[in-house]
């Protein structure tokens, strides 16, 4: 494993890298039954063991891979946005569009996107993309993930109040996110419970420190009643081979439909979280500091990316994508594939113990996500803030992923006014700035969603 993963050279070791591999599955295992519930009988459709099997062995096997293959500490599931899309495609179509079709639809995605890895278009992104937009990725992705824990924990609620003066914008109405009441919640009293424990622990500089805490949080929530134990009673532990989805993606069908905005909208926004999250991660983890290898890895990563997706569309589950919480591996101290491979096993084992899993409620995992976006604020210092044709893409890139819950919203909002704004410096002021034809090509590919496809 030493001379594999190359240990030492990233100054870890196994015991390191496993505790990150448990962190990055336990921060990841709500997506195991989450995905069930926008992909399965109530939602999709899919059989509800053929998305359970899909969800472990696509995130388990592309996972593995990532880690073998690429080396470095990322783990790859079903999205999270895109499944609740796949969703919305197959329910709104009112049965003209069934899971099979969706599925090809997500297939022909993948394709997609190793075409454009093979030909090293994805991989010119590290190129063509400024450095303070890269720091603001990183940034705005740690607010996102942040929020994602504030709302899983229910540290936080959202109050809408509808208006009645129509003098007022929107008649007065009231959109609100407010502090939840923590001791009339019990599930939000344990995750600030749990936030404060794991923020006492990173201060000591605790090793496994979100490991940890989850493990912990978990065990305060089994008295309190947030934990729930009683799935372990008469749970069955050996998997379900029944009902599943593998192989039946229609890819005529999805043909014969013409699902272009489908198909598009799978790729726009899987190529710009895809690369959000590479970079991010990476960033974070400290394999960005050699150009030219970084450029190469990327480019390894973007490609078991892609073929990741296809495979998930064969085993029966919408995009699987690089995971934004695998940040939470890389702040235990992952820096190799082998916290990868710690985390594809773990997928595939949570075949026999998918009860377990069950145990761990979202208010233990959630505070170790709040945690990360802390972490990953620190990229913030390298944004040129005092020259505001830097700061103002950079500000937008950041405040539209929390806010508008989307990834791919908020660096569509940065590439585009950065190639404004670069537009009318070169035209107007002494100022020149050069901005690579890819930029270009981006711009107008986000016009174009803007335009014709709106911001879902």
């Known amino acids: 494993m030493e001379r594999f993963f190359k240990l030492k050279e990233h100054g870890t070791n196994v015991r390191t890298e496993i505790i990150a591999g448990l ?13 069930g519930l926008f992909l399965g009988e109530n939602g999709a459709g899919i059989p509800n063991e053929g998305v359970f099997f899909a969800t472990a062995v696509g995130a388990g096997l592309v996972t593995i891979i990532m880690g073998l293959f690429v080396n470095i500490p990322i783990a790859l599931a079903p999205g999270m946005g895109l499944n609740a899309y796949f969703m919305t495609v197959v329910l709104s179509s009112n049965g003209a569009i069934t899971w099979q079709a969706a599925l090809g639809a997500v297939f022909i995605s993948g394709i997609i996107f190793i075409i454009l890895t093979v030909t090293k278009v994805r991989q010119m992104l590290l190129v063509a993309v400024p450095q303070n937009l890269k720091s603001a990725i990183t940034v705005g992705i740690g607010l996102f993930i942040a929020v994602v824990g504030f709302k899983l924990s229910n540290l936080i609620s959202i109050s809408v109040n509808a208006g009645t003066d129509a003098s007022k914008p929107i008649g007065g109405a009231s959109f609100n996110l407010m502090l939840s009441d923590f001791f009339s919640h019990k599930d939000a009293l344990l995750a600030l419970i749990g936030l404060l424990f794991i923020a006492v622990l990173m201060v000591l500089r605790v090793k496994g420190a979100l490991l940890i805490g989850i493990v912990v949080t978990t065990l305060i929530g089994i008295p309190m009643g947030v934990t729930d134990l009683s799935g372990l009673t008469h749970a069955n532990w050996l998997p379900s081979f029944s009902n599943l989805a593998v192989g039946q993606l229609d890819l005529k069908g999805a043909l014969h439909i013409g699902l272009f905005d489908i198909v598009f ?5 899987e190529l710009f979280d895809t690369f959000g999250t590479l970079v991010g991660t990476a960033t974070r983890a400290g394999l960005m500091k050699n150009k030219e290898k970084s450029e190469k890895m990327i480019g390894k990563a973007m490609l078991v990316d892609a073929v990741g997706v296809s495979a998930g569309a064969v085993l029966g589950t919408s995009t699987v994508t690089s995971f934004v919480e695998s940040a939470a591996g890389v702040e235990a101290g992952g820096r190799t594939g082998l916290t ?4 594809g096993v773990l997928f595939i084992l949570s075949l026999f113990i998918a009860p377990l899993a069950l145990v761990v409620p979202s208010a233990a995992t959630a505070p170790a996500l709040i945690i990360v976006g802390v972490l ?11 020259d505001f044709f830097e700061a103002f893409p950079a500000f937008l890139t950041i405040i539209l992923m929390p806010f508008t819950g989307g990834i791919a919203n ?20 002494k100022r020149k700035v050069k901005i690579h034809w890819l930029m270009w090509v981006l711009a107008l590919i986000v016009i174009f969603r803007f335009v014709f496809l709106g911001t879902e």
């Open 376 to 386: 990953m604020m620190s990229q913030v210092r390298n944004i040129e803030w005092d």
């Open 410 to 429: 908020g660096i569509s909002a940065g590439i585009l006014s950065y190639v404004i704004l670069a537009i009318f410096a070169n035209l107007v002021t």
């Open 23 to 35: 962190t990055t599955f336990m921060a990841m295992a709500y997506i195991l039954f989450v995905n």
């Open 340 to 343: 990868a491979v710690t985390t």
């Open 265 to 269: 909208i799978f790729t726009f926004v």
